[in-house]
Each structure stands twice: as structure tokens, then as C-alpha cells.
């Protein structure tokens, strides 16, 4: 089993920064495959960024250029840095975590609490 925990989540104004958090524990060496979904209000959740072995990563173009994801393995912490938000990035951020290599796909096995993310024009 592993448990992801994803503190905090906020406002910022459109065009600011924003990082969320992810801490995973348990039997995380089982699940080393790690991505960041949102979902935001009224649609479907939806693969933003995937963090894979030997730090490969890939990011849905909608964010391509804006967010970048990193995993921190001293602090056991999995980043999303968000730059140049807009509106449309309004979203709760789900922390994914699976044996299996889903990429962007949201069919990830373990799954955090969620963070809000607000960004305000």
C-alpha cells in the first residue's frame, strides 16, 4: 500500500507561481511510477505531467512549457511548479502513484487527498 498526502493548495492571481506538494509513504518503492491530475469543476480528471524511472518526464500540452514536475527523493517529495497560471489552470491537483507506467493516463492505483488550485483573472 501507499499513502499520498498533499498539504495546503491556495488562490493566486492569473500569471503567478504555485507549487504543490506530495508526500508519499508506505511501500513506495512498489509504485514508482508518479504523475499530477487535475480535475477540474465539471469535467473529467485528466493527466497534467508524469514523472517516471531514471527522471523521465512528459506533460500534456495544455501546461507544456509552464509546469514542471520533480521528485525530491532525500525530502520524499513530488513537486508540480506551476508558472504563468491562468483561469482555465482552476483545478483540484490530485498526486498519483502506481507500479505500472500509466503516463498521463489517470488510471493510477494510488491516489492523494487533492489540492485546491484556484487562479483568479
Known amino acids: 500500500q501507499v499513502q499520498l498526502l498533499e498539504p495546503g493548495g491556495g488562490s493566486v492571481q492569473s500569471g503567478g507561481p504555485m507549487r504543490p506538494s506530495c508526500a508519499p509513504s508506505?511501500?513506495?518503492?512498489?509504485?514508482?511510477?508518479m504523475a499530477w491530475s487535475p480535475q477540474a469543476p465539471g469535467k473529467e480528471r485528466e493527466g497534467a505531467a508524469f514523472?517516471?524511472?531514471?527522471?523521465?518526464?512528459t506533460y500534456a500540452n495544455s501546461v507544456k512549457g509552464r509546469f514542471t514536475i520533480s521528485r525530491d527523493n532525500a525530502k520524499n517529495q513530488l513537486y508540480l511548479q506551476m508558472n504563468s497560471l491562468k483561469p482555465e489552470d482552476t483545478a483540484v491537483y490530485y498526486c498519483?502513484?502506481?507500479?505500472?507506467?500509466?503516463?498521463?493516463?489517470?488510471?493510477?492505483?494510488?491516489w492523494g487527498q487533492g489540492t485546491q488550485v484556484t487562479v483568479s483573472s
Open positions: 498519483a502513484a502506481d507500479r505500472l507506467n500509466w503516463g498521463l493516463l489517470p488510471r493510477y492505483t494510488y
Open positions: 514523472f517516471g524511472t531514471f527522471e523521465y518526464t
Open positions: 508506505g511501500n513506495t518503492y512498489s509504485a514508482p511510477y
